[in-house]
């Protein structure tokens, strides 16, 4: 296929997401919720098919549509469904821990700048628990810390893969910091929700990037075109005439 040719989809979807998200961010802007409902959803399935075509590693493409669940899931606005959507994001986070672990490989987790990085996170995850603990539901209290915990853990070790990652993770945690505090009922921005999906979206969006951009995280489709043309294109050798 002419590489010109296979950029088409991809920039198709891309140009996709851009606009379902804009739709989604100008819904919940102005109030609009069939706007949010519908946008919402296509939005990390329009993502992971881009990773796709990137050849982003299957763990991406898998904490995406884990993602995508987590989205439908909260949409439907009960406990049972705040639970399973948190959990199909805990499945996602648990990709991502994977992945993180498999491409940052060769980062240096010892350093003080990594130790430092590492305190911050654990210093902000004790400070929201706290807070937020007596609010919460008591049903909500125990699986809220854990998943606090696991988002935690993703969000540090995106760090491993560059300030991409890194930055993508941060905001992640903060967009699940601002659910959980309008589950415990404590102060929010105005417009919560649309600052939710701001910093959802980017955070998603910046740790695609960032996985990426990491070296071994793409694979190479055109190796597998040029072994299959040359496995397709070899002639046998001519028989030699009897005599």
């Known amino acids: 296929m002419n590489p010109r040719h296979a950029r088409v989809p991809l920039v198709a979807l891309g140009v996709s997401f851009a606009l379902v998200g804009a739709v989604d961010l100008v819904s919940l802007a102005v109030g609009l919720d069939t706007g949010h409902a519908v946008a919402k959803p296509l939005l990390m399935p329009l993502l992971a098919a881009c990773a796709h075509l990137c050849g982003g590693p299957r763990l991406l493409v898998g904490a995406l549509l884990f993602g995508w669940g987590g989205d439908v899931l909260l949409l439907l606005d009960t406990e049972p469904a705040f639970l399973a959507g948190m959990a199909s994001f805990a499945a996602g986070h648990v990709c991502y821990l994977l992945l993180f672990a498999k491409l940052g490989g060769s980062a240096a987790p010892g350093t003080r700048s990594a130790r430092l ?3 911050a996170y654990a210093l902000a995850l004790v400070a929201t628990v706290t807070l937020l603990w007596p609010g919460l539901p008591a049903g909500l209290r ?4 854990g998943y606090s915990l696991l988002l935690t853990a993703m969000a540090y070790g995106a760090t491993r893969l560059g300030p991409l990652a890194a930055a ?7 967009s699940d910091t601002l659910i959980a505090t309008g589950v415990a009922e404590r102060p929010q921005p105005p417009r919560p929700d649309l600052w939710i999906m701001l910093t959802y979206i980017a955070a998603q969006y910046l740790l695609v990037s960032g996985v990426l951009r990491a070296p071994g995280a793409r694979s190479d489709p055109s190796a597998t075109y040029r072994g299959k043309r040359t496995v ?5 050798s001519a028989p030699r005439p009897s005599t």
Do not use: D, E, H, Q
């Open 117 to 119: 990085t590492a305190a």
């Open 142 to 145: 125990v699986p809220v810390a």
């Open 168 to 174: 993508g993770g941060a905001l992640f945690m903060l």
């Open 232 to 236: 397709t294109t070899s002639r046998p």
